[in-house]
């Protein structure tokens, strides 16, 4: 299966700064995912994230407040801007990996993000 | 769009007993039923998955199976142990959808 890491792990942030994430995969791989998970809560996808083309946004989210880039098949970034203490919460990036199944959906361990 | 519906919310166990987490989905038109294991501190790790052309899959001590005609499926654990812990995910893809539709999740508690 793809492996998955992220950076930063963690970090605590003041409001009205931005912070990015960046997610690296260790295989070529066509879909990215960006999903949120706010305190003992489920996943909410963000935005799906295409080589290629601009990322598609679900409602709720948008590009001015989550910018992605996906320069290549291995590696994308979100990030969070002017962000607020709402904001806190564990971005994940996860991708579907061709090598095993377009179906199979891998996760990578994650960013805790907390806003002051 | 896709509903996932996840029950319990929480479930205590003693370890060796078993574990059944339910989840129904609303469009009949889904076929990819995965679940995922999210330990603290983690990212969720997928466990084991289900597509709609079968009824049960059992991988070791987990089992998953699938009602179509009922819309639900389940996740089955057997002889849990402490390690079991966690906070438990199933999620429904739509047929010719990319994007995973999440149940809200269920905390097990495996104790000793």
């Known amino acids: 299966s793809a492996v998955i890491s992220q950076k930063p792990s963690r970090d605590i942030c003041q409001r009205g700064t931005s912070l990015t994430i960046q997610c690296q995969v260790d295989?070529?791989?066509?879909?990215m995912f960006w999903y949120r998970q706010q305190p003992g809560q489920s996943l909410t996808l963000i935005a799906t994230?295409?080589?290629?083309?601009?990322?598609?946004?679900e409602s709720g989210f948008v590009i001015d407040k989550f910018p992605i880039s996906r320069p290549n098949l291995t590696f994308s970034t979100l990030t969070v801007s002017n962000m607020s203490p709402e904001d806190s919460s564990i971005y994940l990036c996860?991708?579907?990996?061709?090598?095993?199944?377009?179906?199979?959906?891998?996760f990578g361990p994650g960013t805790r993000l907390t806003v002051l | 769009g896709e509903n996932v519906e996840q029950h319990p919310s929480t479930l205590s166990v003693q370890e060796g007993d078993s574990a059944v987490i339910k989840c129904t989905y609303s469009d009949s038109a889904s076929n990819y039923f995965p679940w995922y294991k999210q330990e603290l501190g983690k990212g969720p790790q997928l466990i084991i998955d289900i597509r709609s052309n079968v009824g049960e899959k059992k991988d070791q001590r987990i089992a998953v199976t699938l009602n179509k005609t009922a819309k639900h499926f389940s996740l089955h654990i057997t002889e849990t142990q402490p390690e079991d812990s966690a906070v438990y995910f199933c999620a429904a893809r739509r047929t010719g959808y990319s994007t995973l539709t999440f149940g809200k999740g269920t905390m097990l508690l495996v104790s000793p």
């Open positions: 996860s991708v579907t990996d061709p090598r095993t199944s377009t179906d199979t959906q891998y």
């Open positions: 295989s070529q791989v066509t879909m």
């Open positions: 994230a295409n080589q290629g083309s601009e990322a598609t946004y």
